[in-house]
């Protein structure tokens, strides 16, 4: 048994396939706003820093953005079996763009005062990997 497979019998873990391109382009300094254009599926690579300027910075932009990541993330999830619930984990980086927009969502709604899906969020986030929860927290 592996450290993410659920002991009561859950789904098992979605590992999202790995595109590392658009990591690499981001390493290397090209537009986050330049890769999400030219890329099909990028999957919320537009994570706190990388885009939208901070919650800090453009709030409206940044939630854009982090919805923007989610809801392509949920796309790219569906499409590896995903059902809707169980776990996402972290240490499996592919999955890493769609926690960060997971998490930029939660705290850009936060920022807009949208308290119930800050909390929805925040929740999904901890109920899909613990450890991206603490390790964004």
């Known amino acids: 048994m592996t450290i993410h497979e659920n002991l009561l019998g859950g789904p098992p873990p979605t590992h999202l396939p790995d595109d590392p391109e658009p990591r690499e382009q ?19 690579q537009l994570g706190p820093g990388e885009g939208g300027g901070g919650v800090r910075g453009a709030v409206v932009e940044s939630y854009a953005y982090a919805r923007t990541g989610y809801h392509r993330g949920l796309d790219a999830l ?27 969502l939660a705290r850009a709604a936060q920022a807009i005062g949208e308290q119930e899906e800050y909390e929805r969020c925040t929740q999904f986030l901890k109920d899909s990997s613990p450890t991206a929860a603490q390790t964004l927290g």
């Not at 569906?78 to 930029?104: D, I, M, Q, T």
């Open 26 to 44: 981001l390493a290397g300094g090209t537009a986050p706003a330049e890769v999400a254009a030219a890329l099909e599926g990028v999957v919320g």
């Open 78 to 104: 569906r499409r590896s079996g995903w059902k809707g619930h169980g776990p996402v984990p972290w240490e499996h980086e592919p999955n890493r763009g769609f926690l960060r927009a997971l998490h930029a």
